[in-house]
């Protein structure tokens, strides 16, 4: 498809190579973990933080040796030993020029001790018994007071809901418009081949003129510009596609606000050849022009383009 599907896999210049999570246990490091993994970034949690330079340096980092690191740590109090240590590790990054960012996430008293009832988990400050939640939590936001200072970014996710806290990530930390944050899968499959078990929307077009029955194009498929004008010029088709992209128009955007990371969209005709290659192209043509990242394939036009050829040989 286009260049935002071709490069997706680069970073955007104001996205930082080393991303340091850090914040108060319960506030969501975790997820923003995994928000910073749906992002492109390898993820590694609970590092001590003498680890840091070591690992930075590495050549085993997965695009280390591009020049497109993208590392993603979560450096926190469970590292009661090591993590006094981690003032110093930040200026030795400094010093050898490592771009970072630090992103600390934090939440009232309050709603921390609800989580932590809620999840009947053991705060890390009280695996020994001497504490209870509440005094671990006020131990840790003591610990952690000097590293919320020098963070680039603060995020209270007190009355944040997971998505929330995706999105306000992303906002910070992306350069990807919320659009391109949706990976979409467009692909065509045929209904005699099975069901598209594994799509999140799916479309059968088997109600439109069929190709097939012209001798002429029952051989090639929806690639082929004879079989694409067949389908796209038929009144039933364009008024489809009228209401198709109206339809995706609609719920993309729902889509990208409740945070979803991957989308796959099924358009279905009888064998996968003709109508159902054509409209999933036009598909992900559409949703590229309202900015997602697309990849357009199709599921059985390999089969079909098979079972089409020993059908000629047969007839031979």
């Given at each position: 498809?286009?260049?935002?599907?071709?490069?997706?896999?680069?970073?955007?210049?104001?996205?930082?190579?080393?991303?340091?999570?850090?914040?108060?246990?319960?506030?969501?490091?975790?997820?923003a973990?995994?928000?910073?993994?749906d992002?492109?970034?390898?993820?590694?949690?609970?590092?001590?933080?003498?680890?840091?330079?070591?690992?930075?340096?590495?050549?085993?980092?997965?695009?280390?040796?591009?020049?497109?690191?993208?590392?993603?740590?979560?450096?926190?109090?469970?590292?009661r030993?090591?993590?006094?240590?981690?003032?110093?590790?930040?200026?030795?990054?400094?010093?050898?020029?490592?771009?970072?960012?630090?992103?600390?996430?934090?939440?009232?008293?309050?709603?921390?001790?609800?989580?932590?009832?809620?999840?009947?988990?053991?705060?890390?400050?009280?695996?020994?018994?001497?504490?209870?939640?509440?005094?671990?939590?006020?131990?840790?936001?003591?610990?952690?007071?000097?590293?919320?200072?020098?963070?680039?970014?603060?995020?209270?996710?007190?009355?944040?809901?997971?998505?929330?806290?995706?999105?306000?990530?992303?906002?910070?930390?992306?350069?990807?418009?919320?659009?391109?944050?949706?990976?979409?899968?467009?692909?065509?499959?045929?209904?005699?081949?099975?069901?598209?078990?594994?799509?999140?929307?799916?479309?059968?077009?088997?109600?439109?003129?069929n190709?097939?029955?012209?001798?002429?194009?029952?051989?090639?498929?929806?690639?082929?510009?004879?079989?694409?004008?067949f389908?796209?010029?038929?009144?039933?088709?364009?008024?489809?596609?009228?209401h198709?992209?109206?339809?995706?128009?609609?719920?993309?955007?729902?889509?990208?606000?409740?945070g979803?990371?991957?989308?796959?969209?099924?358009?279905?005709?009888?064998?996968?050849?003709?109508?159902?290659?054509?409209?999933?192209?036009?598909?992900?043509?559409?949703?590229?022009?309202?900015?997602?990242?697309?990849?357009?394939?199709?599921?059985?036009?390999?089969?079909?383009?098979?079972?089409?050829?020993?059908?000629?040989?047969?007839?031979?």
């Amino acid at each position: 498809m286009g260049d935002a599907a071709r490069h997706e896999g680069k970073r955007a210049e104001n996205e930082p190579g080393l991303v340091i999570i850090t914040g108060m246990s319960g506030a969501g490091r975790t997820e923003a973990m995994h928000t910073f993994e749906d992002m492109g970034y390898f993820c590694i949690d609970n590092l001590p933080p003498t680890l840091l330079l070591s690992l930075v340096t590495s050549s085993n980092i997965p695009g280390q040796n591009e020049g497109e690191l993208r590392l993603a740590v979560v450096c926190d109090a469970r590292n009661r030993d090591y993590f006094k240590e981690l003032a110093g590790e930040l200026a030795h990054l400094r010093r050898e020029g490592i771009d970072y960012r630090i992103i600390f996430l934090d939440a009232d008293d309050t709603s921390l001790l609800a989580r932590y009832k809620a999840s009947r988990r053991l705060h890390p400050l009280c695996t020994d018994g001497r504490m209870t939640i509440a005094q671990g939590i006020a131990r840790e936001r003591e610990v952690l007071t000097e590293l919320r200072e020098i963070a680039n970014c603060v995020i209270d996710t007190s009355d944040m809901r997971p998505s929330e806290l995706r999105r306000s990530i992303r906002a910070a930390f992306s350069g990807k418009t919320p659009q391109q944050g949706l990976s979409v899968v467009v692909y065509s499959f045929g209904f005699k081949h099975g069901a598209a078990t594994d799509a999140d929307i799916v479309i059968d077009v088997r109600f439109l003129p069929n190709p097939y029955y012209d001798p002429d194009l029952q051989p090639m498929t929806g690639l082929d510009a004879p079989v694409r004008d067949f389908v796209m010029g038929r009144r039933e088709t364009q008024e489809f596609l009228t209401h198709w992209k109206a339809l995706l128009a609609c719920v993309m955007p729902g889509y990208v606000t409740e945070g979803k990371q991957q989308l796959a969209i099924a358009v279905g005709c009888t064998g996968g050849q003709h109508r159902s290659v054509a409209l999933a192209v036009a598909t992900g043509e559409f949703l590229e022009s309202l900015g997602y990242r697309v990849h357009v394939m199709h599921r059985d036009l390999s089969r079909a383009e098979i079972e089409g050829e020993g059908a000629r040989h047969a007839h031979a």
